[in-house]
């Protein structure tokens, strides 16, 4: 069983990485980015003995407890398989 | 006097603390590995020291925030200990909740090293309670995430209580102007303190300015008010 947490700056957080991925991209002639944010992706491999009720509720905690600062970062968890 | 300098993989200053605490100022200094469950018998500060943690994998500090060391010196904190993080130490100690905020990547996107002139802003913290408001210092900062940021009405409440314990000010003016913030921290922010006043961070490095031979003592002069403090309550 895999989940991809998807990590971001919340919306009111400036995210300077994400402005200068937009200059980058207008610099190249990529007209029409109105806007850039870059977060990270954590792959987790859980055990297989898990339910995915009960794994969903360990991903969450993981994120809230260390994948992500939820003072500057919003999270999504996606199942792979 | 007892300072205890926490010690994690990747921490860099720990030497320096080392030496502003212990020959410096006179203390009885030592280092404890970040594995350690419990802080040396008698300690009366606990200093987070600069560096790279965990090589700031995930978020600088955040590992860091969960080592065996960080829940005895959260234990410390909530009985009234004092506990000190500069540069990294702050971050450690963000991730950890002793104190508000985040730090995130300079606005500038480049890591910033010189001299910054700050201004003591409130005396609710052990570090400041023996400096008097207004009073500017000057000494060394080297970070890449040193963007103070908390949501407008935490800060708020922060300012209310004298939590906001040192900005970033012009050198000439003493004022917290725009041109003055080296990393884009929100209104100017230095260093801060938690409610209780007993758990505070700053970005820059006074450790780094207690002698002249260093390029200045105004490190020296805020260190000594810390440990004055301290050894008030102590004894």
Known sequence: MRARVIIVPRPEVLDPQGRAVAHALSGLGFAGVRDVRVGRIVYLTLEDGLGRAEAAR???????????????????VEWID | ??????????????????QAFGRVLGCEASLVWHGETSLPAGTDLVVLPGGFSYGDYLRCGAIAAHSPVMSATK????????????????QVLTEARLLPGALLRNAGLAFVCKDVALRVESQHSDLTAR???????????????GNYFADAATLDAMEARGQIVLRYVDRATGEPAQTA?????????????????????????????VEDVLGGTDGLALLAALVAQVSARAA
């Open chain 1, 58 to 76: 360990e991903v969450d905690r993981m994120a809230k407890e260390l994948l992500a600062n939820l003072i500057v970062e919003d999270f999504t």
């Open chain 2, 1 to 18: 006097m007892r300072v205890a300098v926490l010690q994690f993989p990747g921490s860099n200053c720990d030497d320096d603390c080392m």
């Open chain 2, 75 to 90: 234990r410390f904190a909530e009985r009234g200990g004092t506990v000190f993080g500069i540069c990294n130490g702050f």
């Open chain 2, 131 to 145: 400096v008097a408001p207004g009073s500017q210092l000057v000494m060394p900062i080297a970070h890449m995430e």
């Open chain 2, 181 to 209: 913030n080296p990393n884009g921290a929100c209104r100017n922010i230095a260093g801060v303190a938690n409610e209780r006043g007993n758990v505070i961070g700053m970005m820059p490095h006074p450790e780094r300015a």
